[in-house]
């Protein structure tokens, strides 16, 4: 009987500390952003002569061509982790699928000015599923139903200019919104269909801020230029709302509600890109994310500093056909995993690759293409346990987007 209730308690620990959760804040590559960037794995700053400009280095767009410039990015993006031998010597799998709308900009010439407008969705995750771990020490089986769903939004306005012939500016301004919804119900029950043990969770989040981008693009030869970005997120209003009713809990039931402001790093990003002649450009980005501590509901959250690469190619196969790939890491914000410490976050190295293939006609052209990204490493999914959980992660999106100038 005292292993059976320990089982059921080790089951509810998982499940209140790494089951409701928000979005994924320990990477900072989630999903590509941008048409011609997401072929290039994201290595864009030194570049971004067009709508996905306005998310990377909104200078770039002062060198945009047409008197109207507009792009739209459709997504499928698939996500797994695995964490292994977790309850009675059996993995537990979290996967998330989500179909969105990526991105959508817009590019308008005023005067000197180039104006834009667009919208990027850089994380978003939709987990539904039914889960049974079986005890070999006993008849018991838990049973998870779990529902989690977040996502992050960025919209605003983008303006840039060319002080001279080599030099350009511009600043993006983004709102930025993030919410979450997670729902779990969970029941151990024995062999005769008694139940031993339930638990209930929910947890509500809605947050939003202002995201900044200023930015500036260099030649200071030909054939070559350089990028700087720097952003930063700073949250404005922030409501969290909590709730649990577990069985073998005292109390039974728990009501929270908090409004912590979560804190975002600010990002520095430099690229250079080399065009060798008019059919080959080659490209790569430095993004750097500071390091901070936040005092969040779930206690003193602590994020490391962060340095992510990217590298990126396009190759014109002729004047209606380009390919472009690229290759980028993803590395996590949080501490590495160490032993015999507790309530440790997850670690996870990601590293990732992408391939577009882009047709093209006068004024329109369409691309067609994927990214994936995989990784491990280490977690501690117990609550004051120093268990620590081997896992297992990786990403996959397909896309499809067009373009429209004239």
């Given at each position: 009987?005292?292993?059976?209730?320990?089982?059921?308690?080790?089951?509810?620990?998982?499940?209140?500390?790494?089951?409701?959760?928000?979005?994924?804040?320990?990477?900072?590559?989630n999903?590509?952003?941008?048409?011609?960037?997401?072929?290039?794995?994201?290595?864009?700053t030194?570049?971004?002569?067009?709508?996905?400009?306005?998310?990377?280095?909104?200078?770039?767009?002062?060198?945009?061509?047409?008197?109207?410039?507009?792009?739209?990015?459709?997504?499928?993006?698939?996500?797994?982790?695995?964490?292994?031998?977790?309850?009675?010597?059996?993995?537990?799998?979290?996967?998330?699928?989500?179909?969105?709308?990526?991105?959508?900009?817009?590019?308008?010439?005023?005067?000197?000015?180039?104006?834009?407008?667009?919208?990027?969705?850089?994380?978003?995750?939709?987990?539904d599923?039914?889960?049974k771990?079986?005890?070999?020490?006993?008849?018991?089986?838990?049973?998870?139903?779990?529902?989690n769903?977040?996502?992050?939004?960025?919209?605003?306005?983008?303006?840039?200019?060319?002080?001279?012939?080599?030099?350009?500016?511009?600043?993006?301004?983004?709102?930025?919104?993030?919410?979450?919804?997670?729902?779990?119900?969970?029941?151990?029950?024995?062999?005769?269909?008694?139940?031993?043990?339930?638990?209930?969770?929910?947890?509500?989040?809605?947050?939003?801020?202002?995201?900044?981008?200023?930015?500036?693009?260099?030649?200071?030869?030909?054939?070559?230029?350089?990028?700087?970005?720097?952003?930063?997120?700073?949250?404005?209003?922030?409501?969290?709302?909590?709730?649990?009713?577990?069985?073998?809990?005292?109390?039974?039931?728990?009501?929270?509600?908090?409004?912590?402001?979560?804190?975002?790093?600010?990002?520095?990003?430099?690229?250079?890109?080399?065009?060798?002649?008019?059919?080959?450009l080659?490209?790569?980005?430095?993004?750097?994310?500071?390091?901070?501590?936040?005092?969040?509901?779930?206690?003193?959250?602590?994020?490391?500093?962060?340095?992510?690469?990217?590298?990126?190619?396009?190759?014109?196969?002729?004047?209606?056909?380009?390919?472009?790939?690229?290759?980028?890491?993803?590395?996590?914000?949080?501490?590495?995993?160490e032993?015999?410490?507790?309530?440790?976050?997850?670690?996870?190295?990601?590293?990732?690759?992408?391939?577009?293939?882009?047709?093209?006609?006068?004024?329109?052209?369409?691309?067609?293409?994927?990214?994936?990204?995989?990784?491990?490493?280490?977690?501690?999914?117990?609550?004051?346990n120093?268990?620590?959980?081997?896992?297992t992660?990786?990403?996959?999106?397909?896309?499809?987007?067009?373009?429209?100038?004239?």
């Amino acid at each position: 009987m005292m292993r059976r209730y320990l089982q059921v308690a080790a089951v509810l620990a998982l499940l209140s500390c790494a089951a409701i959760s928000e979005a994924d804040e320990f990477h900072y590559n989630n999903i590509l952003i941008g048409d011609r960037a997401s072929g290039m794995g994201g290595a864009y700053t030194a570049i971004s002569d067009d709508p996905g400009g306005m998310y990377y280095n909104p200078a770039g767009i002062a060198y945009s061509t047409g008197k109207n410039l507009s792009a739209s990015v459709n997504a499928y993006n698939v996500s797994s982790r695995t964490y292994k031998n977790v309850i009675g010597g059996q993995d537990w799998k979290r996967t998330s699928e989500t179909l969105l709308p990526n991105y959508f900009g817009i590019i308008q010439p005023v005067g000197k000015l180039k104006l834009g407008f667009s919208y990027a969705v850089p994380d978003s995750n939709q987990e539904d599923q039914d889960q049974k771990f079986a005890f070999t020490s006993s008849t018991d089986t838990t049973v998870i139903n779990f529902n989690n769903k977040n996502t992050t939004n960025l919209f605003g306005p983008s303006a840039a200019v060319q002080v001279s012939d080599s030099l350009a500016v511009g600043a993006t301004l983004y709102v930025h919104m993030r919410s979450t919804e997670a729902i779990l119900n969970s029941s151990t029950v024995t062999s005769t269909g008694s139940i031993v043990s339930w638990n209930n969770g929910y947890l509500e989040s809605d947050e939003w801020g202002l995201r900044p981008i200023i930015g500036a693009m260099w030649a200071p030869v030909d054939k070559i230029s350089i990028g700087l970005a720097f952003s930063k997120t700073l949250i404005l209003s922030s409501d969290t709302l909590k709730q649990t009713t577990d069985s073998a809990a005292i109390p039974a039931r728990t009501y929270e509600s908090f409004d912590y402001k979560r804190k975002y790093p600010y990002q520095v990003s430099a690229g250079v890109a080399f065009f060798p002649d008019s059919s080959l450009l080659l490209s790569g980005d430095l993004n750097y994310y500071s390091p901070f501590d936040y005092n969040w509901h779930t206690g003193l959250e602590k994020r490391t500093a962060v340095l992510n690469g990217a590298l990126g190619a396009e190759y014109f196969i002729n004047k209606n056909w380009a390919v472009r790939g690229g290759l980028f890491s993803d590395f996590a914000n949080t501490p590495q995993v160490e032993e015999g410490s507790v309530n440790q976050r997850e670690h996870i190295d990601m590293y990732g690759g992408s391939l577009t293939v882009s047709h093209f006609t006068k004024n329109t052209s369409i691309s067609c293409g994927g990214s994936y990204k995989f990784g491990s490493g280490k977690a501690q999914l117990f609550s004051n346990n120093v268990t620590i959980q081997d896992v297992t992660a990786n990403n996959w999106t397909l896309f499809i987007s067009s373009s429209f100038s004239y």
